[in-house]
């Protein structure tokens, strides 16, 4: 971990020490200025970046961002790990293409061992998103894999090291609420915030949770605004909360509902209407989720 990221931790942790994650790092603590310098940057870096949404949350096939909660509104195939959305795999149907991939056209896996032989596959080939995958395959026992919390870090941590947000959000998640692993805040939000500033908006969302547990309003709208914007429900009800407990002014909540209303206009199609009224056809097709992820 940098000096940065610890001190991302710390600013978090309420200015303390980092935290046990950081015990063995044997780089020596900077000079107390260069710590309340890198605090400041962290902040500044932290509100400033992931106001978009990662690529893999863009449908490859349409190009839209996905709707939220996105494990309702797409499904994601082991085949090529790629999430997508229900309006392209209604329009597949209509095609005829039932028992194929919309995107890479690989014919889909009928039971779970062939899932997993396909997600294994991937992994070797250090798919960092298919790693993610299968350690939330780990977390909840999924695929007829034991549960293996521990097994599914390791995997997080090593598709964290590749690039994946999906882990990284993962891991905070785990960390944060103490899920099979010995509760570590601090570390879970560092988790969150790395996630956020690539633009995760389920962490961007828990991090305005954390602050306003913490009575830190200021900063908790600015988390809850960022997200509302990217069309995100549940931030934009955190907002109206805080507007009727006082913490949030009128202008601030109309602000994120227009934000909000735009977002959400801009991942709607006329497909993925056709398919949101069909939904029920596609409930076998819903992904598992880390902690019901976008749903909360
Ligand atoms: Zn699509
Ligand atoms: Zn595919």
Request: one cysteine or more; hydrophobic letters at 35%.
């Amino acid at each position: 971990m940098s000096d940065g990221e610890a001190a991302a931790v710390a600013l978090q942790a309420g200015g303390g020490p980092a935290g046990p994650a950081d015990a063995d790092d044997p780089q020596e603590a900077p000079p107390a200025d260069a710590a309340a310098q890198g605090l400041q940057d962290i902040a500044e870096r932290l509100m400033s970046s992931g106001h978009e949404r990662p690529e893999q949350d863009a449908c490859p096939i349409c190009f839209d961002l996905i709707g939220f909660p996105v494990a309702v509104y797409s499904s994601i195939n082991q085949c090529c790990m790629k999430v997508i959305c229900i309006g392209c795999i209604l329009a597949a149907r209509q095609r005829g293409i039932y028992d194929r991939c919309p995107f890479c056209r690989t014919p889909l896996p009928r039971d779970d061992p062939s899932k997993l032989e396909m997600i294994q596959k991937r992994v070797s080939k250090g798919d960092a998103e298919a790693i993610s995958f299968l350690g939330e395959q780990y977390l909840y026992g999924n695929l007829g894999l034991s549960k293996d919390i521990p097994r599914a870090i390791e995997l997080w941590t090593e598709a964290v090291d590749l690039g994946s947000v999906n882990a990284h959000y993962s891991l905070g998640f785990v960390y944060y609420n103490g899920k099979g692993v010995e509760e570590d805040k601090p570390r879970g939000i560092h988790h969150w915030q790395r996630a956020a500033m690539k633009g995760d908006v389920d962490s961007r969302h828990n991090l305005g949770r954390v602050e306003h547990k913490n009575g830190n309003y200021e900063l908790a709208l600015q988390h809850f605004m960022i997200s509302a914007k990217m069309g995100y429900e549940v931030s934009l009800d955190g907002i109206k909360d805080m507007f009727k407990e006082g913490h949030a002014t009128k202008p601030q909540y109309a602000e994120a509902l227009l934000g909000y209303r735009d977002a959400v206009e801009e991942m709607k199609s006329p497909q993925r209407e056709e398919a949101k009224r069909l939904r029920c056809l596609y409930s076998n097709l819903q992904k598992t989720s880390v902690g019901e992820r976008g749903q909360r």
